[in-house]
């Protein structure tokens, strides 16, 4: 008995000490708590913004060529050597001016040598058509000559259509081209010199729309952009092809613009509807986030009473439809009168105190 009492106080003794130091090390914990408690929640400070309603249609861009209702490529039927270009390039011929003559002397001589034929033929013809009134000359002589003259008749004719086409004649009022050749250059058949071009104000756009990518009807307005995104004005369709290429599946369509200076084969940027138009919300980009779920937005809700901050952050989501440098545009369920992160949402996370540094309309 007298050897358990030492190790009952002891043991006793143990207890309090392990209990004191348990209650000092709970009210030191309890009081940092309470310490970090009267610190501030973190928040984010940000700007934001009501969505705006606007009037969508949806759009593709297209690659699309300009051709002029007026231009063709000056080039001889027949092979030869250049002896006039009677304009020199950039000048504006009118229709009916030649524009390019090839070397035609030989034909030129075998020509007169045969209306020389035709002029003795005819003198002969009605000498002897003379004698067959007095009956000194029988009618197979007058049938030989009259035949003679027919035949010189046509051989003029072809020479004449020869002649014509070693000279190549405007078309139409228009600018010439800069020329490939010079006077004395030997010419190949359909070898091209220079081009023509018409100076008329109408443009012709050509392009091709993919099957299923849009309902395009004669009449429909097409908006043009250069290669750079530039606007550049309207054009109206005015030919939709009935048929579908079977190695690419589109179709070609053709629009006409007006006072749009865009040269011949110029590339410009074509733009469709490829939908029917719809109601769509629009914020600034910077208000649109990604997650492996897709787009959203961040509302800002009021917050509870004690909070101390007015907001909070609650994700929204989105189907967003189109997205510039200025403007996206998106669908979704959503308060339209409430109000949504727009600078400085990539900051946000799904119930953090926000704190509003500007508000726009």
């Excluded at 690659?63 to 209702?69: D, K, M, S």
């Excluded at 050749?181 to 729309?209: C, N, P, Q, Y």
């Excluded at 369509?253 to 940027?269: C, F, N, P, T, Y």
């Excluded at 914020?283 to 779920?293: E, K, Q, Y």
Aim: aromatic share 6%; charged share 20%.
């Amino acid at each position: 008995m007298r050897k358990i009492i030492p190790w009952l106080i002891t043991l006793i003794s143990c207890s309090l000490v392990t209990g004191a130091l348990a209650a000092v090390k709970y009210q030191q914990i309890t009081e940092a708590i309470a310490f970090g408690a009267s610190f501030p929640k973190p928040y984010e400070v940000v700007s934001a913004r009501q969505v705006s309603s606007i009037k969508h249609t949806p759009v593709r861009r297209l690659g699309g060529t300009i051709r002029r209702p007026e231009f063709v490529e000056i080039s001889s039927e027949v092979s030869g050597r250049i002896v006039n270009l009677p304009f020199a390039a950039g000048a504006i011929v009118n229709k009916g001016d030649a524009l390019l003559e090839l070397f035609s002397a030989d034909l030129t001589a075998q020509q007169e040598a045969l209306r020389a034929d035709r002029n003795l033929v005819i003198t002969q013809l009605g000498r002897s058509r003379a004698l067959k009134e007095q009956a000194l000359i029988a009618q197979g002589d007058i049938d030989v000559q009259e035949a003679r003259l027919s035949a010189l008749n046509a051989q003029i004719k072809a020479i004449d259509a020869q002649l014509t086409r070693l000279t190549v004649r405007a078309p139409f009022t228009g600018r010439i081209g800069i020329y490939t050749h010079v006077v004395g250059d030997m010419l190949d058949t359909g070898e091209v010199v220079a081009s023509f071009t018409g100076l008329g104000a109408e443009r012709w756009i050509d392009f091709k729309v993919p099957q299923g990518l849009a309902q395009i009807s004669v009449g429909d307005e097409a908006s043009l952009y250069n290669l750079d995104g530039a606007f550049l004005g309207t054009a109206t369709i005015i030919v939709v092809s009935d048929s579908i290429d079977a190695a690419t599946r589109t179709f070609d369509v053709r629009a006409s613009a007006k006072d749009i200076d865009l040269k011949h084969g110029e590339l410009v940027q074509v733009e469709v509807a490829s939908g029917a138009s719809m109601v769509v919300y629009e914020l600034p980009p910077s208000s649109v986030r990604w997650d492996t779920d897709g787009t959203f937005i961040f509302q800002l809700v009021d917050s509870e009473p004690d909070a101390q901050r007015p907001y909070r952050a609650t994700v929204q989501r989105i189907d967003l439809i189109d997205e510039t440098a200025d403007t996206a545009i998106f669908t979704a369920t959503l308060d339209n009168t409430g109000l949504f992160a727009t600078t400085g949402s990539f900051k946000l996370k799904e119930g953090v105190l926000a704190q509003l540094g500007d508000r726009t309309n």
